[in-house]
């Protein structure tokens, strides 16, 4: 990776869970506990089945929510409240992704398939507020999810961005293949490397990375 791959950019746009904070930090599986709980209650079934279907439903629809939406008829809103009920201390402030962050020129958004404002309390609890100018939840998308092509152009046609000036940070390589189409850099970020043509970068080390790109 060099910078001169990202002069042109513009626009940053960070996906949140397990990209703007590290997996081990136990936040999500507490959401996976909550969504199984709501499955069975929405739907009446086992624990074991419940687990099948989010499993189930993430794997085909891109998200639970999208599967128990469009089988079932499930509300969106009700759902994201509940399951984004969570203990946020399991979090830390990173103030080194936080200067990274800062650093980096042209504007700088979130864009995940949570809710802004859970994602505005995941930024809180890793001292990053105010760091970015618009923060985006699946309901931006008219609760259609990452990766569905149409998701990405609701929100980013509602952000003014421009494709081939931007680049998207995200840990699920499924979420980089449309925004790879549309035009933008795509950073894949997680522990272990997933080659595909939609993947322009991988990283296990995002601060070392924005580092690597301001300087």
């Known amino acids: 990776m060099t910078a001169a791959s990202f002069s042109h950019v513009d626009t940053w746009v960070f996906d949140l869970d397990h990209t703007l904070y590290p997996p ?3 936040l999500f599986s507490q959401i996976n506990v909550r969504m199984t709980a709501y499955v069975m ?24 929510l999208a599967g128990l939406m469009d089988i079932h008829g499930v509300d969106p809103a009700p759902y ?17 992704l936080a200067a990274r962050i800062r650093a980096l020129p042209g504007r700088r958004i979130i864009y995940t398939n949570g809710t802004a404002p859970y994602a505005e309390q ?11 100018d618009a923060v985006y939840g699946v309901e931006h998308a008219n609760f259609r999810p990452k990766p569905e092509r149409v998701a990405f152009e609701t929100v980013f046609a509602l952000d003014g961005l421009a494709p081939n000036r931007a680049a998207m940070f995200e840990d699920d390589p499924r ?37 690597a790109i301001t300087g």
């Not at 209650?41 to 639970?64: F, Q």
Request: avoid cysteine; glycine fraction near 8%.
């Open 122 to 132: 995941v930024l809180a609890h890793r001292g990053l507020s105010g760091l970015f």
């Open 175 to 211: 979420n980089l293949s449309a925004p790879h189409a549309m035009g933008l850099r795509t950073v894949h970020v997680a522990p272990e490397p997933e080659p595909a043509d939609h993947i322009h970068h991988h990283t296990d080390d995002l601060t070392g990375f924005l580092g």
């Open 80 to 96: 994201l409240t509940d399951v984004h009920d969570i203990d946020f201390t399991v979090l830390t402030p990173d103030p080194a």
């Open 41 to 64: 209650d929405a739907l009446g079934v086992s624990r074991e089945h419940a687990d099948h279907l989010r499993h189930k439903y993430w794997r085909e629809h891109g998200t639970t």
């Open 24 to 26: 081990d930090m136990a």
